[in-house]
Antibody, heavy 115, light 107 residues
Framework: EVQLVESGGGLVKPGGSLRLSCAAS????????MNWVRQAPGKGLEWVSS????????YYADSVKGRFTISRDNAKNSLYLQMNSLRAEDTAVYYC????????WGKGTTVTVSS | AIRMTQSPSSLSASTGDRVTITCRAS??????LAWYQQKPGKAPKLLIY???TLQSGVPSRFSGSGSGTDFTLTISCLQSEDFATYYC?????????FGQGTKLEIK
């Protein structure tokens, strides 16, 4: 079964850091670009970051550039998002998804930034 | 960044109705457009990619059309399970962008 499972969310104070993980199974992870997408409470979907299959190309939304870092470990079938200098507006459910058109999504992990 | 604008933002319809949702890109994106369905508390689900290609397992009552800047998602005969929020997304260029969503509600 094709599956993505996010983890690492939680409650963090403004200015703090978190590292999200996404474990992939059931498909050839190393062949696909991967994405992080977030959804703030009651809001729409916001693309956060993408990484190519070999990590050669990395892209970020302006809202997170310089604060978030995407990475992947193809040997471990895992995707990561290091989030630093967190702000209240980063509060959201964070999803990992594969491919340019996102045909596989995880269930999401919740990040809450609050004092 | 390419702006994706969906209309309407919300829509009331009845089971059995035919509904159409429109997505307009601020610049041409060829056919690099996907449609997603999202239900409350759940992850989005891919319905259509390449503007008109139905994802495996998605019912044939869903269809997509368009290219360039104007796209549509049509549900030919609404079922109860179709009441949800729908998003378009362009994957022509970075940053990837989503439409603001269309909430389809029961009349």
């Amino acid at each position: 079964e094709v599956q993505l499972v996010e983890s690492g969310g939680g409650l963090v104070k403004p200015g703090g850091s978190l590292r999200l993980s996404c474990a992939a199974s059931g498909f050839t992870f190393s062949s696909y670009s991967m994405n992080w997408v977030r959804q703030a409470p009651g809001k729409g979907l916001e693309w956060v970051s993408s990484i190519s299959s070999s990590s050669s190309y990395i892209y970020y939304a302006d809202s997170v550039k310089g604060r978030f870092t995407i990475s992947r470990d193809n040997a471990k079938n895992s995707l990561y998002l290091q989030m630093n200098s967190l702000r209240a507006e980063d509060t959201a459910v964070y999803y990992c998804a594969d491919h340019s058109y996102m045909d596989v999504w995880g269930k999401g992990t919740t990040v809450t930034v609050s004092s | 960044a390419i702006r994706m604008t969906q209309s309407p933002s919300s829509l009331s319809a009845s089971t059995g109705d035919r509904v159409t949702i429109t997505c307009r890109a601020s610049q041409g994106i060829s056919s690099y457009l996907a449609w997603y369905q999202q239900k409350p508390g759940k992850a989005p689900k891919l319905l259509i990619y390449a503007a008109s290609t139905l994802q495996s397992g998605v019912p044939s009552r869903f269809s997509g059309s368009g290219s360039g800047t104007d796209f549509t998602l049509t549900i030919s005969c609404l079922q109860s399970e179709d009441f949800a929020t729908y998003y378009c997304q362009q994957y022509y260029s970075y940053p990837r962008t989503f439409g603001q969503g269309t909430k389809l509600e029961i009349k």
